[in-house]
T-cell receptor, first 114, second 115 residues
Framework: KQEVTQIPAALSVPEGENLVLNCSFT??????LQWFRQDPGKGLTSLLL?????REQTSGRLNASLDKSSGRSTLYIAASQPGDSATYLC?????????????FGTGTLLAVQP | ETGVTQSPTHLIKTRGQQVTLRCSSQ?????VSWYQQALGQGPQFIFQ???????GRGNFPPRFSGLQFPNYSSELNVNALELDDSALYLC??????????????FGPGTRLTVL
């Protein structure tokens, strides 16, 4: 059974700091891995999707890496801003295949202090 | 703007009651998934509907049921509410079927409180 965990559960950093969020999964046979952002009252927004054949994906100040063999992904946020404050979730497809039924991690609550 | 709306925004019920939550997506979104997110946890997959048929179910009891209508809007019904059903319920819709991961859109959720 696939399990996805995220550490730390919460993180508070001063504005401008670079930071790394971690995601671990127990079954390495994943089709892809996705990082989401969750703002209160606004649902989930997809940030980055990494296919199983890729090592990393970048979007602006965000960079996500994937190491299937070790069951790990990281989300790197450069030069953090107060607007980055949110909960960040990683997710992998249910049963490992090409499906949009997802298994989510427990999330990391990020607070960026001005 | 994702175009996925959920109603109601908040809801308070008592144990044993029944509740219906609704999800409306953009025209043509033929796939809808429902998730339950308890406080401080990640969302958990409840079930998915594809073209009005159930297409996969997570580890939830039968008192959680759903419907998808011809216009692809959807309902989540929960019978015999329990305190542990208190959570944020999210729906997600996709226009490209069940394997489409990069154009799946989430609604803002319905916050259900069971007293």
């Amino acid at each position: 059974k696939q399990e996805v965990t995220q550490i730390p559960a919460a993180l508070s950093v001063p504005e401008g700091e670079n930071l790394v969020l971690n995601c671990s999964f127990t079954d390495s046979a994943i089709y892809n891995l996705q990082w989401f952002r969750q703002d209160p009252g606004k649902g989930l927004t997809s940030l980055l999707l990494i296919q199983s054949s890729q090592r990393e994906q970048t979007s602006g100040r965000l960079n996500a890496s994937l190491d299937k063999s070790s069951g790990r992904s990281t989300l790197y946020i450069a030069a953090s801003q107060p607007g980055d404050s949110a909960t960040y979730l990683c997710a992998v497809p249910w049963a490992g295949g090409a499906t949009n039924k997802l298994i989510f991690g427990t999330g990391t609550l990020l607070a960026v202090q001005p | 703007e994702t175009g996925v709306t959920q109603s109601p925004t908040h809801l308070i019920k008592t144990r044993g009651q029944q509740v219906t939550l609704r999800c409306s997506s953009q025209s043509g979104h033929n796939t809808v998934s429902w998730y339950q997110q308890a406080l401080g946890q990640g969302p958990q997959f409840i079930f998915q509907y594809y073209r009005e048929e159930e297409n996969g179910r997570g580890n939830f009891p039968p008192r959680f049921s759903g419907l998808q209508f011809p216009n692809y809007s959807s309902e989540l019904n929960v019978n015999a509410l329990e305190l542990d059903d208190s959570a944020l319920y999210l729906c997600a819709s996709s226009p490209k079927g069940t394997s489409d991961t990069d154009t799946q859109y989430f609604g803002p959720g319905t916050r259900l409180t069971v007293l």
